[in-house]
């Protein structure tokens, strides 16, 4: 049975190209750099047994590239969803949206919650 070991928040943006993937990629970035799950080589379990879901949110999902997405996770099985979230800031002075995007990423790992006990 899988169970989520971890979840780390992001944001990013592009302020002056309207590139919500761009966005995307920074916040995918931006969570990534906030974690670091040793218990891979503490425990011996293969970065592949993991799975990553990472949730995208901008005010335009279907503008994002999946793919491109995709391959900015360095581990596991990813899988990444846009939806709608994150912020378009428009500067009417200059005629210019500012996007920002943020990102959630959970990874999931297969453990037998029979093999661990909790010690005080």
């Known amino acids: 049975m899988e169970h989520r070991i971890i979840l780390e928040m ?8 309207l590139d919500y993937t761009k966005a ?5 970035q ?14 011996n379990i293969p970065h592949e047994e ?4 990472v949730t995208i949110g901008v005010q335009h999902p279907e503008r994002l590239d999946i793919e491109a997405l995709t391959s900015e ?22 005629d210019q ?9 959970e990874a999931f790992v ?6 661990w006990k909790l010690s005080r």
Do not use: E, W
């Open 10 to 17: 992001g944001t990013g943006n592009d302020l002056y190209g």
């Open 24 to 28: 995307a990629k920074r916040a995918i």
């Open 30 to 43: 931006d969570a990534l750099h906030h974690s670091s799950i040793v218990m891979f080589k503490s425990l």
């Open 50 to 53: 993991m799975r990553v879901q």
């Open 73 to 94: 996770l360095p581990r596991g099985r990813a899988q990444v969803t846009g939806v709608l979230g994150g912020l378009d800031v428009h500067d009417p002075d200059n």
């Open 97 to 105: 949206t500012h996007v920002i995007a943020t990102a959630a990423i």
């Open 110 to 115: 297969p453990i037998d919650a029979t093999k």
